[in-house]
């Protein structure tokens, strides 16, 4: 098992309609793309300086089911909404 953790920090200003509109388009993946066996998409309720803002965990039986995933037009359309409001995305991925 794959586990891909992913962290959104976004840039001051983001309009909540907009991480908004991120946060229901990455809850919509695992309905469409069939690799993912499982995922959880939360934002931070801390908000402490060293917080991001939202946080995915995700589930995938091995690394060439998650790069179909990434690669997968429904994950793309998301990418690109969350690009350009985006200060910074950090990743890990690990097996367990």
């Not at 908004?20 to 309720?45: M, N, Q, T, W």
């Not at 991001?52 to 998650?66: G, K, N, R, T, V």
Request: charged letters at 30%; hydrophobic letters at 45%.
């Amino acid at each position: 098992m794959l586990k891909h953790v992913v962290f959104f920090k976004f840039k001051k200003g983001t309009p909540d309609g907009s991480i908004a509109e991120i946060e229901k388009g990455l809850k919509g993946l695992p309905s469409i793309i069939a690799e993912i066996k499982s995922f959880e998409v939360g934002r931070d309720v801390v908000h402490s300086e060293r917080s991001y803002d939202l946080a995915i965990i995700s589930s995938f039986d091995d690394l060439e089911a998650m790069k179909r995933y990434q690669v997968h037009p429904a994950h793309q359309a998301v990418v690109a909404k969350s690009k350009p409001v985006a200060e910074s995305i950090v990743a890990v991925d690990f097996e367990s």
